[in-house]
């Protein structure tokens, strides 16, 4: 067994270092498309000693989360330059959204989580293939306060969500940017990991403060989802708004697969 100093749990070396690996790969994941804890979330789920309290869960993948979409979204604003005007409303409604969700999470059963996440995965998956030109050309929509206004609205409810359940919210911000307000994948994106870091901060922030939060592993963790991220981001810069549309949909279908075992597998033991 390898002591992992992280509020005195122990992990085998094996399962820390996939963790890391994940991580790595749910950085990559959350830079290009956004939706990094769809990846990081069931393998915190899988490698973590059965019985570890839920908010300990949201709360380390948090902590390892922050790093990546801190990394990728530098690199966006610095490459991609977004629209701050539409920044702010969206990542200071996310906040509120986010904290408020993270004061709930302790509400929420461990079997609850795969269902919901499922779920949300469906229907994104469903909503972004059934309309094949969507986001490849960015055609924003509404002026004004109608844009600014349904900015903060997709802000509040998504960084509610993020504070609550967490997994898939990159990819929830980026679907709605590019659905309701008309940007193309690649701008959606740079706008999501702002608003996706600033959501992880609030969230993170009240975990730490209730002690839900596995420091060694998080930081462990971390430190690889930062360097995934980096490359991510690169990545999607340099290959525009179809590859990362590509890289959504194949993402959301291998992870509702996933899900939808994992749900079959448990009704069948």
């Known amino acids: 067994m390898n002591p992992l100093l992280a509020s005195g749990l122990d992990l085998p070396l094996l399962t820390l270092v996939l963790l890391v690996a994940v991580a790595f790969a749910a950085g990559w994941v959350d830079a290009v498309v956004g939706g990094g804890g769809l990846v990081q979330l069931p393998a915190l789920l899988i490698g973590l000693p059965p019985g570890t309290e839920p908010a300990a869960v949201l709360g380390t993948n948090k902590l390892s989360s922050v790093w990546g979409t801190a990394t990728s979204s530098i690199t966006y604003a610095r490459r991609v330059r977004?629209?701050?005007?539409?920044?702010?409303?969206?990542?200071?409604s996310a906040a509120l959204g986010s904290a408020g969700g993270a004061q709930l999470a302790k509400l929420l059963p461990a079997d609850a989580f795969t269902p919901i996440v499922l779920a949300a995965l469906i229907g994104v998956g469903l909503y972004t293939w059934r309309r094949p030109q969507l986001g490849l050309v960015s055609a924003v929509r509404h002026?004004?306060?109608a844009h600014y206004g349904r900015t903060a609205l997709i802000g509040v409810v998504i960084g509610a969500y993020d504070g609550f359940l967490g997994p898939g919210t990159g990819s929830f911000f980026v679907i709605a940017l590019v659905g309701v307000l008309g940007y193309g994948f690649l701008e959606a994106s740079a706008k999501a990991k702002i608003a996706n870091l600033v959501t992880n901060l609030?969230?993170?922030?009240v975990f730490a403060v209730h002690g839900t939060v596995l420091w060694g592993l998080g930081l462990s963790m971390g430190a690889a989802n930062l360097v995934g991220g980096y490359v991510g981001a690169r990545t999607a810069i340099a290959?525009?708004?179809?590859?990362?549309?590509r890289v959504f949909l194949a993402v959301v279908a291998a992870l509702a697969l996933k899900l939808a075992y994992d749900i079959v597998r448990g009704l069948l033991a």
């Open 143 to 145: 002026s004004g306060g």
């Open 239 to 245: 290959r525009g708004n179809s590859f990362v549309r």
């Open 202 to 205: 609030a969230a993170l922030g």
């Open 82 to 92: 977004p629209d701050w005007r539409t920044i702010l409303p969206l990542a200071v």
